[in-house]
């Protein structure tokens, strides 16, 4: 499929409703049941929240950039935790829009989702979300979830990929955000898929320093990160792959509550989407998390050079 083809057609997309068909492929899908531009009203603002990483933060500031320059209020909430807390706030009215992953989203909706492709996860998602809520097209940009060793501890144990984790059933230790340990592109995943047992899951952060540092101090042996982390690289750690495709595609895809679903909204968000692509995604985080600079800062900089703002 060809992205830049298929998300060329979104401006037109951004205002109907439900399943919205071009020649490449599904652009749109409602999950609520409100019209395009019908049933919701961006008027009064929007308010955007975002999980507790960088890359979420800086998503959820340019989502602010955008409709800003299309003349919608804004407020971005930042930094405010896990799916287990936005969802719920998305659904009472705390907050109205959320940077979210096609894949990730759809495994903490339906856990044994079996979709991998992203027209299907699109419709699988359309049909697990809570009503009142749905996704807007996805854009060009991914960043998926990684399970990844040091060069040292592949050497040591013969790692290349998941599968290989299961000799060495209770002897390493995993470190990885708290709700990883429940989740099926997780440890229970691992589990049911690979048929690997760690010796010990350490709760500490989502591809932050908490879990880089403890991976380079030898304190976990495998830690989840996001595939967009500079640190990879640099580190020349090693990811490995996923031979039974345990983890979906994860291509960004903005979570809205109905109430706010307008043309306006639609539309905006869409040519961010036709504009941000992975490796631009990355360099923001590098940007963030190596410079330190500020997550606003870099989104606003980064909106007006692409032309999504003046």
């Not at 495994?107 to 979709?115: C, D, I, R, W």
């Not at 699988?124 to 399970?147: C, H, K, N, T």
């Amino acid at each position: 499929m060809n992205r830049r083809t298929l998300l060329g057609g979104l401006f037109a997309a951004a205002s109907v409703p439900a399943l919205a068909a071009c020649s490449s492929g599904i652009t749109s899908l409602d999950g609520g049941g409100s019209a395009g531009g019908g049933g919701g009203s961006s008027k009064d603002g929007v308010t955007i929240g975002t999980a507790n990483f960088t890359e979420n933060q800086v998503l959820g500031f340019l989502y602010a950039a955008v409709l800003e320059a299309a003349g919608v209020k804004t407020k971005v909430r930042p930094n405010l935790g896990t799916r287990e807390i936005l969802i719920p706030a998305l659904k009472g009215g705390d907050i109205d829009l959320l940077p979210e992953y096609q894949g990730a989203l759809l495994h903490y909706l339906s856990p044994k989702a079996k979709a991998t492709e992203e027209g299907e996860m699109q419709n699988a998602l359309a049909i697990a979300l809570p009503a009142g809520l749905q996704v807007l097209p996805y854009g060009m940009a991914e960043d998926s979830d990684a399970f990844v060793v040091t060069q040292e501890t592949a050497d040591k144990y013969g790692l290349a990929s998941l599968a290989d984790l299961k000799k060495e059933n209770g002897k390493l230790v995993i470190g990885a955000a708290p709700e990883v340990k429940k989740r099926e592109v997780g440890a229970v995943g691992l589990k049911d898929v690979y048929g690997v047992e760690f010796k010990e899951f350490k709760s500490l952060d989502s591809s932050g320093p908490l879990v880089k540092g403890a991976l380079k101090k030898g304190d976990v042996d495998v830690a989840n990160l996001f595939t967009t982390d500079t640190d990879i690289v640099a580190n020349k750690w090693v990811v490995l792959t996923d031979p039974k495709n345990l983890i979906p595609g994860q291509h960004i895809v903005p979570l809205i509550a109905d109430r706010k679903a307008d043309s306006t909204v639609r539309k905006a968000l869409a040519e961010l989407g036709n504009v941000l692509t992975t490796a631009d995604l990355t360099e923001l985080n590098r940007q963030v998390d190596k410079d330190k600079k500020d997550p606003e800062d870099v989104a606003n900089a980064y909106a007006k050079e692409k032309g999504l703002t003046k």
